[in-house]
């Protein structure tokens, strides 16, 4: 009997009674208890967070930053509300404290008071890290508190970046602030450097004055030192004509009240003489340029007249029969006329010497001629005119008094004046020294000043000025500079499509276990027979890969239109699957098939070590080292990755892959059940009384 017919009659026996019948309907909604409900159960666990009662505290007290008033804690609240991360329930501390350790709440989130005072003192002088505070407690479920530390990841994040835009946003502002700073400096620089730049110029042209001015106060001095010299000489000069005209006062004082007479009787000789004095006055005052030369001569005249008065006076007093009654008196005159010309001598001695008075010379000479004319022509009336020549004798001295006072003071200032002079010339000369370091120090500042202004000028193009949209672009980025560019190439869209490849092949091996608990591995009309190994092995395994291909086809009819498992290749993965369950039956049929009893064992240990070991939830890289060795020779490793393929998308290299090992190990497993089949037609006494029955 062939193979295909006697499977039809194993399947057959399960259509005479109901407990069968129900048996069968079992086997086939087995798989469905794995793989549809454990899909069904982890199928979108992350949707329905907001189903997770979560305390939330919000005890921040809000602060003050650049004159605005921030309160993060409540942009937090107001952050999560939209969020419906998780089921907020905003407590207090105590409250969120307590329904964590009783388990009313997973988790707590607290703000705390000084959140907005922390993050404001960013822009202060001593900034602080503000900190969200989490409380968790994984005796009520660890794996929510793995799934808040992402989300709280997430917020904290997303607060950081909100309060690193407000900084920022500072900072780009002060940039702008700091550019228009610069600008105006580079601004004023330049202004300074033209004012500097003409105090450079005023400072050199200083100097040149200073040094030609120095040159001056040097002659100026020398000037006022020889002229002190000489105005020493004129005091002494005119101090002695001071004393002449004194004496000469004072003489005529005396003769006055004696020589009356005789000038009344003598008028015409002394107009004569007054005429002779005038005349040289006038000839003095109209040849004063020419005195030095003439200064001699006059001595000359006024030793003649001398010596005519003292002719005179010998002819009319000493040689005379009868003394003349004048004699007194020309005795008199002749002593003035000696001193007149010891006087006339001084004079050309000090205009030899001194020709700086030669103006006041000459006004005094101008007088003195408008005098002695006055007495000449008042020389016949003398007498009535004596007190009138008295008294002018009188203010010529007085004149000549004033002329010597008038010299010291001259001699005096003059002395003060070559002193200031001196010390003029040399204040000039340090003037000029320090004019010539003042401008050789502008003109470094000039220079340096047009480098600073050069350098406003650099400085202000290179710091950036930021308008809003441009401080709001820029903030952005900086805040969050780093963004994930997340491409999933072929993206599960939720957690039970990802799992899907994992519970799928899981829901099949425990089919294909069940369904050897109900179906022999080895058909027994076949071994009763005496039909070939091989033939009783399909016969054994036909009848569990037809059960596989309605458990495959129950099960994704449910995955897909109850659960709603989108498979991009939907066709090639039912065809997989076939060969999935065709190579699973094998496997379980020849450890059934070989080791009785004891295979289901092997059957169940086999599936533990599978599980462990394929990689369905975290990378098998993970795993201890033992299943990580173990994973390359295990068929249920190359399904989870093959489906994965199949559902999600990708390359179909894995999937080639599997059916090739898939395929490697339903042919080598229904080779070792042949053999167990060739053994099997021997009976012995284990067979007979088995040590274990299950």
């Known amino acids: 009997m062939r193979s295909p017919r006697l499977a039809a009659l194993e399947l057959r026996r399960f259509g005479r009674g109901k407990l069968p019948r129900a048996a069968l309907v079992a086997l086939l909604v087995l798989p469905l208890l794995y793989g549809a409900l454990y899909l069904w159960s982890f199928w979108d666990p992350y949707g329905r967070l907001d189903r997770i009662p979560v305390a939330l505290v919000n005890d921040d007290k809000g602060a003050t930053a650049g004159g605005k008033k921030i309160t993060v804690g409540d942009d937090i609240v107001d952050g999560l509300r939209d969020s419906r991360t998780f089921e907020w329930h905003e407590v207090s501390d105590a409250q969120a404290r307590r329904g964590v350790e009783d388990g009313t709440y997973y988790l707590s989130l607290t703000m705390p008071a000084d959140l907005s005072r922390r993050i404001a003192s960013s822009s202060g002088d001593s900034p602080e890290t503000g900190a969200l505070q989490v409380r968790t407690d994984d005796a009520n479920n660890y794996i929510v508190g793995q799934i808040s530390k992402t989300v709280f990841h997430e917020v904290r994040s997303a607060a950081s970046a909100k309060t690193s835009r407000t900084f920022l946003d500072k900072i780009f502002v002060s940039f702008s602030d700091i550019h228009d700073k610069t600008v105006t400096a580079a601004k004023g620089a330049d202004r300074l450097n033209t004012g500097i730049g003409k105090a450079e110029k005023g400072s050199k042209d200083l100097a040149d004055g200073l040094k030609d001015a120095k040159s001056g106060s040097g002659k100026l001095a020398t000037g006022l030192e020889k002229l002190h010299t000489g105005a020493g000489d004129l005091q002494d000069g005119s101090r002695q004509v001071a004393d002449g005209t004194q004496a000469l006062a004072d003489k005529v004082d005396g003769v006055y009240g004696k020589a009356g007479p ?11 003489t007054a005429r002779l004095v005038a005349d040289s006055a006038r000839t003095v005052e109209d040849n004063l340029d020419v005195l030095v030369k003439l200064a001699p001569g006059t001595a000359k005249a006024a030793h003649a007249n001398a010596d005519v008065l003292a002719g005179i006076y010998k002819a009319r007093c000493e040689t005379a029969t009868v003394p003349d009654p004048i004699c007194p008196d020309l005795k008199r005159a002749e002593k003035a006329a000696a001193e007149v010309a010891t006087v006339a001598d001084d004079l050309n001695t000090l205009i030899a010497d001194q020709d700086g008075d030669l103006k006041t010379m000459r006004n005094n000479l101008g007088t003195l001629q408008k005098q002695a004319t006055a007495l000449q022509q ?105 963004q994930l560019a997340s491409h999933d190439l072929h993206r599960a869209p939720n957690y039970g499509t990802g799992f899907a490849p994992y519970f799928i092949p899981l829901s099949l091996w425990v089919g294909a276990m069940v369904a050897y608990m109900l179906i022999p591995p080895l058909n027994r009309r076949a071994l009763a027979a005496g039909s070939p190994a091989w033939r009783i092995a399909l016969a054994g395994w036909l009848p569990v890969v037809a059960v596989g291909v309605l458990q495959v086809a129950a099960l994704m009819a449910v995955l897909h239109w109850a659960i709603g498992l989108q498979m991009l290749r939907a066709a090639g993965t039912i065809g997989f699957l076939f060969l999935v369950t065709a190579c699973f039956a094998a496997i379980v049929q020849w450890l059934n098939a070989r080791f009785g009893a004891a295979g289901r064992i092997l059957v169940l240990a086999l599936l533990m070590l599978q599980l462990t070991s394929a990689g369905g939830t975290y990378p098998v890289q993970t795993s201890p080292g033992f299943f990580t060795a173990i994973h390359p020779f295990l068929p249920m490793s190359y399904i989870v990755q093959a489906l994965r393929r199949l559902i999600t998308g990708g390359g179909l290299g894995p999937v080639w892959q599997a059916c090739a090992v898939l395929t490697a190990f339903t042919a080598g497993a229904l080779a070792l059940t042949a053999l167990a089949a060739r053994r099997h037609q021997v009976w012995t006494l284990d067979r007979l009384h088995p040590e274990l029955s299950l």
């Not at 005789?262 to 008028?267: P, T």
């Open 262 to 272: 005789y000038l009344k009787d003598n008028g015409k000789t002394i107009g004569d």
């Open 378 to 482: 008042r020389a016949p009336h003398l007498y009535e005119d004596v007190d009138d020549a008295v008294k002018k004798i009188d203010k010529l001295n007085t004149g000549t008094q004033k002329v010597a006072a008038g010299a010291k003071k001259l001699h005096a200032g003059l002395g003060t004046a070559q002193t200031g002079a001196t010390t003029l010339d040399q204040g000039i000369g340090t003037a000029t020294s320090g004019a010539q370091t003042l401008n050789g120090g502008l003109y470094k500042l000039s220079d340096g000043s047009g480098r600073l202004a050069g350098g406003l000028h650099d400085g202000a193009k290179k710091i950036p000025d930021y308008d809003k949209k441009d401080r709001d672009r820029r903030t952005g980025v900086m805040a969050d500079p780093v």
